[in-house]
Nanobody
Framework: QVQLVESGGGLVQPGGSLRLSCAAS????????MGWYRQAPGKERELVAS???????KYADSVKGRFAIFRENAETAVYLQMNSLKPEDTAVYYC???????????????WGQGTLVTVSS
């Protein structure tokens, strides 16, 4: 079984910073890509940032220049550094990973449980 565990959400003032963490564990052969999505109340889930094995990063226009995504720990962990946070960044943030399972070599699209980020004064 493969799972993602997120941490790092919380309450922050506008202009502040937070770092979200996501660790993958379980029967993993390889992780093709990892990313962060968010869902604000009353809105659809949207891509915030993603990173592939080849190091290709992708960002939503609304976070470019403020957020940075990177991977560590043999690339089983992904982080989202969020700077210059705005109230409109308030949402539940979800980690996502495209994983090939160790034993079956099946392609899995795995989601974390979500972590709440609230930007408010």
């Amino acid at each position: 079984q493969v799972q993602l565990v997120e941490s790092g959400g919380g309450l922050v003032q506008p202009g502040g910073s937070l770092r979200l963490s996501c660790a993958a564990s379980g029967s993993i052969f390889t992780i093709a890509a990892m990313g962060w999505y968010r869902q604000a109340p009353g809105k659809e889930r949207e891509l915030v940032a993603s990173i592939t094995n080849g190091g290709v990063n992708k960002y939503a226009d609304s976070v470019k220049g403020r957020f940075a995504i990177f991977r560590e720990n043999a690339e089983t962990a992904v982080y989202l550094q969020m700077n210059s946070l705005k109230p409109e960044d308030t949402a539940v943030y979800y980690c996502n990973a495209e994983i090939v399972e160790q034993r079956t070599y099946k392609y899995l699209d795995i989601w974390g449980q979500g972590t709440l980020v609230t930007v408010s004064s």
